[in-house]
C-alpha cells in the first residue's frame, strides 16, 4: 500500500500564493505519475495539474500559467506551487499517485494502481 499526506493548504487573499506537498510513502516499488486535482461540493473531482516521472507536466486550461506542478523523485513527493490565486480556485485539494508496490511474492511488485490523499482545503477570499 501507499500512504499520501498532503500539506500546505489554508486561507488566502485573491492574488496571493501557496504551496503544497504531497509525500507518498510505504511499500513503493515505482511511481508512474503524480497529480493534483480539486474538487467543490456539489461537483465532480478535476484534474489541476500531473506530472509523470520522467518530467512531463499536464495542467487543466484554468491554471496554466498561474500554477507549477514539481517532483522531488528521490523524497516520492510531489509539489504545487500556487500563484495569482482566484477565488474560484477554492477547493480541496487532493494529491494522487499511480504507483506500483512491493510484494514479498512473486513477481515482487504489483499494479500499477491509483492512490489518494485525505485532500487539504484551499480557500481564496476576494
Known amino acids: 500500500q501507499v500512504q499520501l499526506v498532503e500539506s500546505g493548504g489554508g486561507l488566502v487573499q485573491a492574488g496571493g500564493s501557496l504551496r503544497l506537498s504531497c509525500a507518498a510513502s510505504?511499500?513503493?516499488?515505482?511511481?508512474?505519475?503524480m497529480a493534483w486535482y480539486r474538487q467543490v461540493p456539489g461537483k465532480q473531482r478535476e484534474l489541476v495539474a500531473a506530472?509523470?516521472?520522467?518530467?512531463?507536466?499536464n495542467y487543466a486550461d484554468s491554471v496554466k500559467g498561474r500554477f507549477t506542478i514539481s517532483r522531488d523523485n528521490a523524497k516520492n513527493t510531489v509539489y504545487l506551487q500556487m500563484n495569482s490565486l482566484k477565488p474560484e480556485d477554492t477547493a480541496v485539494y487532493y494529491c494522487?499517485?499511480?504507483?506500483?508496490?512491493?510484494?514479498?511474492?512473486?513477481?515482487?511488485?504489483?499494479?500499477?494502481?491509483?492512490?489518494w490523499g485525505q485532500g487539504t482545503q484551499v480557500t481564496v477570499s476576494s
Open positions: 494522487n499517485a499511480y504507483a506500483t508496490v512491493s510484494t514479498d511474492t512473486y513477481p515482487g511488485a504489483r499494479g500499477p494502481y491509483d492512490y
Open positions: 506530472t509523470t516521472s520522467g518530467g512531463s507536466t
Open positions: 510505504g511499500r513503493i516499488f515505482s511511481i508512474n505519475a
